[in-house]
């Protein structure tokens, strides 16, 4: 089969480490859990960027949900909802870093003292309806540009935080679409 063009025997390139060397480094440093000696990132520099991610969905939902209580006026009744349905959305990537800032065996930081100092985006509240679109909009556009920055800089090192960070992307742009929309319908 090796002899066929464009074939190459399995030999040409090595598929792993063998079993004998995983086992022995699996048992090394087992208080470390999840981050093996293969994790290549910088665990403090990506903790505290966790963080700060962190930080930011929190001020989000706080955003969001006192922007589902102020909501008024004829328009309010399905944005409150679409505000209310981020709120619970940035309150599932809140926990999934937290949940990441502990496999690297880190503490998430939850200290309402510095969320505004470690966030990315603002807590901006708004006097109406369309102003507090424009303030949602302005955050998750923040954070599209802030999570772009941090997947480039997992890339490779850290694989597992850059997909779940990867997925939460995906995430801020679908809100930012929604509050166009939002803003097209209520603008108007």
Request: proline share 3%; charged share 30%.
């Amino acid at each position: 089969m090796a002899d066929q063009p464009g074939v190459k025997a399995v030999t040409d390139k090595p598929f792993l480490t063998d079993i004998k060397t995983l086992r022995e480094r699996a048992r090394q440093h087992i208080e470390n859990g999840a981050v093996t000696e293969g994790y290549t990132a910088d665990r403090e520099t990506a903790v505290k960027i966790l963080n700060e991610a962190l930080a930011t969905e929190i001020v989000c939902v706080l955003r969001y949900r006192r922007h589902y209580f102020m909501a008024s006026g004829i328009h309010a009744e399905g944005v409150a909802a679409e505000f209310l349905q981020h709120s619970n959305e940035e309150q599932v990537h809140a926990d999934q870093i937290a949940a990441r800032i502990v496999q690297l065996n880190g503490a998430p930081d939850f200290n309402p003292a510095g969320l505004l100092t470690k966030s990315h985006a603002e807590y901006a509240e708004g006097d109406t309806l369309v102003d507090m679109i424009k303030e949602d909009l302005v955050a998750e556009r923040i954070a599209i540009d802030s999570y772009r920055e941090m997947i480039q800089y997992f890339g490779n090192d850290d694989p597992t935080s850059r997909r779940m960070l990867e997925g939460i992307l995906a995430m801020e742009e679908e809100h930012a679409d929604d509050l166009v929309s939002l803003l097209e319908t209520v603008g108007s």
